[in-house]
């Protein structure tokens, strides 16, 4: 992949997370599993590709930036263990699609706790995604025909919340390299889910394992990289276009490989999430800002978990 090209980096980035529902269902590993697995996998390799690159000489983390990055890990994983285990409750499209109010999620963190201003379009916003997703619990149905479960749009919002408050603290923490970030908080995902592994463990079967495998090297390590490369020169406006992609994606793999059918009034509903949710803010110069730097922290939160 021509690494001089953002545009391509973004857009396969995207279209890897649009998978990353069929890869955890297809590995057959509960959810604290597949969470430990990819934390292990994908943090190792961003750890080689930071030490190899240099970015972890001298090592500049404060006591603050570390317990930051920590906390933000914890919610992190979190975020990635309830939206797998709402995958198999509810359907991946359903999930990733309720997991979209995230960034209305974010917005009143931000008002609550820095201060910031919530716009009267910003509340719009986020009563007409919420009432999308209300239309989805009434009328969504699962591969079988039945009825989602109401517990997997309940955990699929829970991990949204997780994922604004991860995106929250990464906000904090936007003078810091953001793959060192990335690898502090995998690192931590992995101590904390190690003991899970008492009580879910990896499956014992080569095929489970090799998805897995491919959840950690793929669909983190390769995509935080792809990410990374490209999220600070893009224009915002470009950047939260092509985050329809993962959406997407995700909704059609759910369609083709386990034949979920979307009722019309549960296509309505996800429409009012995702145009509320991905609506573009106001454009922002080519060149990476502040702003953008913060958005790439927030998309290895949110994006990579399939996010």
């Given at each position: 992949?021509?690494?001089?090209?953002?545009l391509?980096q973004w857009?396969?980035?995207m279209?890897?997370s649009?998978?990353?529902g069929a890869v955890?269902?297809?590995?057959?590993?509960?959810?604290p599993?597949?969470a430990?697995?990819?934390?292990?996998?994908?943090?190792?390799?961003?750890l080689?590709?930071?030490?190899a690159?240099?970015?972890?000489r001298?090592?500049t983390?404060?006591?603050?930036?570390?317990?930051?990055a920590v906390l933000?890990?914890?919610?992190?994983?979190?975020?990635w263990?309830?939206?797998?285990?709402?995958?198999a409750?509810s359907?991946?499209?359903?999930?990733t699609?309720?997991?979209h109010?995230?960034?209305l999620?974010l917005v009143g963190?931000?008002?609550?706790?820095?201060g910031?201003k919530?716009?009267?379009?910003q509340l719009i916003?986020?009563?007409i995604a919420f009432?999308g997703?209300t239309?989805?619990?009434l009328s969504?149905?699962?591969?079988?025909?039945?009825?989602?479960?109401?517990?997997?749009i309940?955990l699929?919002l829970?991990?949204?919340?997780?994922?604004?408050g991860?995106?929250?603290?990464?906000?904090?923490?936007k003078?810091?390299?953001?793959?060192v970030?990335?690898?502090v908080q995998?690192?931590?995902?992995?101590i904390?889910l190690?003991?899970a592994?008492?009580?879910t463990?990896l499956?014992?079967?080569?095929?489970?394992?090799l998805?897995?495998v491919?959840?950690?090297?793929?669909?983190?390590?390769?995509?935080?990289?792809?990410?990374?490369?490209s999220?600070?020169k893009l224009?915002t406006?470009?950047?939260?276009?092509l985050s329809?992609i993962?959406?997407v994606?995700?909704?059609?793999?759910?369609?083709l490989?386990?034949?979920?059918r979307?009722?019309?009034?549960?296509g309505?509903?996800?429409?009012a999430v995702?145009?509320a949710?991905?609506a573009?803010?106001?454009a922002?110069?080519?060149?990476?800002?502040?702003?953008e730097?913060e958005m790439?922290?927030a998309?290895?939160?949110g994006?990579?978990s399939g996010s």
């Amino acid at each position: 992949m021509n690494k001089n090209n953002p545009l391509l980096q973004w857009t396969a980035a995207m279209a890897l997370s649009g998978t990353i529902g069929a890869v955890v269902l297809e590995s057959g590993a509960d959810a604290p599993a597949v969470a430990f697995a990819r934390s292990l996998v994908g943090g190792l390799l961003l750890l080689v590709w930071s030490a190899a690159r240099g970015w972890l000489r001298p090592w500049t983390l404060t006591r603050r930036d570390l317990l930051l990055a920590v906390l933000g890990g914890l919610f992190l994983v979190g975020n990635w263990v309830l939206l797998f285990a709402s995958y198999a409750l509810s359907s991946i499209s359903v999930s990733t699609v309720v997991y979209h109010t995230q960034p209305l999620m974010l917005v009143g963190l931000a008002a609550a706790f820095l201060g910031e201003k919530m716009a009267k379009s910003q509340l719009i916003r986020a009563l007409i995604a919420f009432g999308g997703v209300t239309l989805i619990s009434l009328s969504a149905h699962g591969a079988d025909g039945e009825p989602v479960r109401l517990e997997g749009i309940a955990l699929a919002l829970g991990a949204a919340a997780l994922y604004a408050g991860a995106s929250f603290v990464a906000k904090q923490l936007k003078h810091l390299r953001p793959h060192v970030l990335a690898a502090v908080q995998l690192v931590t995902g992995t101590i904390v889910l190690a003991p899970a592994l008492l009580v879910t463990p990896l499956p014992t079967d080569t095929s489970g394992l090799l998805w897995l495998v491919l959840l950690g090297t793929v669909h983190t390590a390769l995509m935080y990289v792809l990410m990374y490369a490209s999220i600070g020169k893009l224009p915002t406006t470009t950047v939260a276009l092509l985050s329809y992609i993962y959406p997407v994606v995700a909704v059609v793999v759910d369609i083709l490989a386990y034949g979920h059918r979307p009722t019309w009034p549960e296509g309505v509903g996800m429409l009012a999430v995702l145009a509320a949710a991905l609506a573009p803010k106001r454009a922002a110069k080519p060149e990476a800002t502040d702003a953008e730097r913060e958005m790439g922290q927030a998309a290895v939160a949110g994006r990579s978990s399939g996010s």
